[in-house]
């Protein structure tokens, strides 16, 4: 399978049922037509997803929201008036959208994605497509088309779907989520639109990211990549930490953008996948300091560095 540029080929591709790797400012995800409930199942085939999580709807405009809704909920609003399009998903009642798309939730992610091929994707399309990132289930998102052509181009069809080529993400972190369906609004993933942007549109403190795992990004493992990351919380002892694990032999790599939170942020995942490609076993993060997208960093760096399921048999 190869990557292509063609975004008329990438809409017939959905029209036909087929799946879409689609370039975002955030990562690339893995679309389907919303409406084309046989396609939405095949997401949760290739990615290896639990079809009881969730998938994020992106829609071609603001309208579009109202379309996936049961109703709008105020703060929705604003924050969508004032983000979109952009990193920022907003959880609202689920309407008119199969409740496959929604993991069986009665409430619904829905986003207006800023990348010219999305956007010219969904313009030509005319529906919502679902998509969630394009990887492995667990595994860290991809960022550029060559990353989803190595995890998925074996699981894909050439034939039916298509690797839309966008370039390297601009953000390279997921979208903030937001669930607008309790008051006040809370804050399920951090993402590149920030906690204290979220407070001054909506004029309220924010909660936390806090409470049940409802979204997986919530979950103690995630984002995680094949060696074990190790977290430091500052350059000197992370330091310590590589020459600690190459006294014994370990094959270990230092993570440190913390001088550039937008560097760190748009090289993640490429670093990650590096590091693993390498054969690292060991990764040794510094987390960056905890303001702007520096929290969604470390909120990564925390979720790939957290207790791994055991493998089942
Ligand atoms: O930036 C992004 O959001 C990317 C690009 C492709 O748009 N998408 C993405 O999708 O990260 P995914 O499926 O990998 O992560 C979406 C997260 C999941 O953790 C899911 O559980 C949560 O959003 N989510 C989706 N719908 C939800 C809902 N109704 N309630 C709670 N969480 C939801
Ligand atoms: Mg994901």
Known sequence: MIASTDVARAVEALRGGGLVALPTETVYGLAADATQPAAVERIFEVKGRPTHHPLIVHVGDIGGLAACASTVPDTAARLVAE???????????????????????????????????????????????????????????????????????????????????????????ESTIVDCTVDPPQILRAGAVTADQIDTALDVTHDPVSGAARASGMLPSHYAPEATVELALDRASADAAVRAAQRVGHRVALLDRSDDLDAYAHELYSDLRRFDRDGCELIVAVVPAQTGIGAAIGDRLRKAAGPRPRPTA
């Open 83 to 173: 983000f979109w399009p952009g990193p920022l998903t907003v959880i609202v009642p689920r309407g008119d959208i199969d409740p496959l798309v929604a993991g069986g939730h009665d409430t619904i992610g829905v986003r207006m994605p800023a990348h010219p091929l999305a956007t010219a994707v969904l313009d030509r399309l005319g529906r919502p497509v679902a998509a969630p990132s394009a990887n492995r289930f667990g595994a860290v998102s991809p960022t550029t088309a060559r990353h989803v052509l190595d995890e998925l181009g074996s699981l894909l069809d050439t034939e039916r779907d298509v690797v839309l080529d966008g370039g390297p993400c601009r953000v390279g972190i």
